[in-house]
């Protein structure tokens, strides 16, 4: 049987996963998700390193309050590429990947252009922006022009209404009824057993110079969570 604390890390580990560049990523960090690994060699990386800290619990109306520092590390050969861009980009992506919200938006009347992963969204009306990392298509069809589902989205700016879509010069691609509803990183990282995760800094000390080395960035976070008091296995 596995600890709150421990499928907490094993569900951080499966969401540094999505960090590609098919998902709208910079890197492919994700491709190779470590545990406590000191060393990667060159031709794994790129890749993340998770490293579970020692916590500190208190007692809070008879359960366990628990603070649990977690290290994720972000590692990619940096080639020809000035270091110091390479880790901006490892730093971007492990911070959305730790506690970027997931947006759902449904629409309707899709066509004739038809939505794609990777595409930005632009309402109409007020403006509000999302960038599309899933198409889910429900009843009808882009060609047909009624096409109706569901958007994936991140990186939302602004505020969705009632209105159409556009994505850039293409015009009223599809029509939605109002805001996207969004999923907390606590239920999307933490496998819905954490209270709260808060991003303690990051980022990158000493650059390599050797075009054959790796850029290397550091995050640090703290994840609280509750266990029954005396039971590490339940909330």
């Known amino acids: ?10 569900a951080v580990i499966s969401k540094l996963a999505i960090i590609r560049t098919a998902n709208g990523y910079n890197t ?6 470590k545990r406590v690994q000191k060393k990667l060699d060159p031709p794994e990386l790129p ?10 619990m208190k007692y809070d109306y008879g359960a366990g ?43 309707t009347s899709g066509g004739t252009y038809e939505i794609e992963v990777g595409d930005t969204i632009e309402g109409a009306t ?22 109706a589902g569901t958007l994936t989205l991140r990186r939302v700016t602004g505020t969705f209404q009632a ?17 996207p509803t969004g999923t907390d990183p606590v239920d999307g990282t933490a496998g819905g057993f954490a209270e709260a995760i808060e991003y303690a800094g990051g980022g990158i000390d000493e650059y390599p110079e050797g075009a054959d080395e790796a850029t290397g960035v550091v995050t640090n976070w703290n994840i609280k969570y509750r266990t029954l008091s005396g039971d590490p296995y339940h909330q």
């Open 126 to 147: 007020g403006g509000a922006t999302g960038y599309v990392t899933g198409v889910s298509v429900a009843t009808g069809t882009w060609a047909g022009g009624d096409a």
């Open 163 to 179: 209105e159409n879509l556009d994505v850039g010069t293409d015009l009223n691609v599809a029509t939605i009824a109002g805001a």
């Open 28 to 33: 492919e960090a994700g491709a190779l998700v």
């Open 47 to 56: 890749g993340v390193v998770v490293w579970p800290k020692t916590e500190d």
């Open 65 to 107: 309050l628990h603070m649990m520092p977690l290290q994720v590390e972000g590692l990619k050969l940096h080639a020809d590429v000035n270091p110091s861009v390479v880790a901006e980009l490892l730093l971007g992506d492990l911070i959305e990947a730790m506690v970027g919200i997931v947006w759902s938006l449904s629409f």
């Open 1 to 10: 049987m596995e600890t709150i604390r421990e499928q907490i890390i094993l």
